[in-house]
């Protein structure tokens, strides 16, 4: 069964900083793998959807890197803001469609 | 503009009671999800459905059922048989994949329903 793991679990960052979160999977038959954000009480905002056939997705700051190889994807923030602090979840599907999450990494970007 | 729309946001449930959670998309999305998600864990699928009139058990699912009887529809039922149903539930949504040419989609979530056993 697929597992997807984040590390680290929380992250706490001046702001401005470049920052990494990291995502993990032991089935390395992934069809994507797609990027999302939570803040408090709120629902998930997917912010990256990458195909299995692409290394890397862009939007504004966010980038996102997949090696299927190694099973590991990254999250990079570029120039982090207060207002990204949130949690960021990693998930990959399975082959009924269906989405494994990972546990996620809270971030905290510090004024 | 097109979405997920969950409610209520807030609801609460008696003892023995049983309550429906609905979930309404208006992106002409083929498939439907309902995940549960507590402090700590991860999201945890409850029953997912990819065509009217169909739905398949998700990994906790007892507790719970659902109907799909219109494609923009899926509303999720809490019954008295699920001994601990505080958390906190999202619905989704999503394009299947038709064939091996077409790249496959993401998904889509609500903002989700607050469930809370008084």
């Known amino acids: 069964k697929q597992e997807v793991t984040q590390i680290p679990a929380a992250l706490s960052v001046p702001e401005g900083e470049n920052l990494v979160l990291n995502c993990s999977f032991t089935?390395?038959?992934?069809?994507?793998l797609q990027w999302f954000r939570q803040d408090p009480g709120k629902g998930l905002t997917s912010l990256l959807l990458?195909?299995?056939?692409?290394r890397e997705q862009t939007s504004g700051r966010l980038n996102a890197s997949l090696d299927k190889s190694s099973g590991r994807s990254t999250l990079y923030i570029a120039a982090s803001q207060p207002g990204d602090s949130a949690t960021y979840l990693c998930?990959?599907?399975?082959?009924?469609?269906?989405?494994?999450f990972g546990t996620g990494t809270r971030l905290t970007v510090i004024p | 503009d097109g979405g997920i729309t969950q409610s209520p946001k807030y609801l609460f449930r008696k003892e023995g009671q049983n309550v429906t959670l609905s979930c309404e998309q208006n992106?002409?999305?083929?498939?439907m999800y309902w995940y549960r998600q507590d402090p700590g864990q991860g999201l945890r699928l409850i029953y997912y459905?990819?065509?009217?009139?169909?739905?398949q058990k998700g990994d906790i699912a007892e507790g719970y059922s659902v109907s799909r009887e219109k494609k923009e529809s899926f509303p999720l039922t809490v019954t008295s048989a699920q001994k601990n149903p505080t958390a906190f539930y999202l619905c989704?949504?999503?394009?299947?994949?038709?064939?091996?040419?077409?790249?496959?989609?993401?998904?889509?979530f609500g903002s989700g329903t607050r469930l809370t056993v008084v």
């Open positions: 459905s990819q065509i009217v009139n169909d739905f």
């Open positions: 990458i195909q299995s056939s692409q």
């Open positions: 998930a990959v599907p399975t082959g009924a469609n269906n989405l494994f």
């Open positions: 089935d390395s038959a992934i069809y994507n």
């Open positions: 992106l002409n999305h083929d498939a």
């Open positions: 989704a949504s999503s394009m299947l994949r038709l064939d091996r040419r077409t790249a496959y989609y993401g998904y889509t």
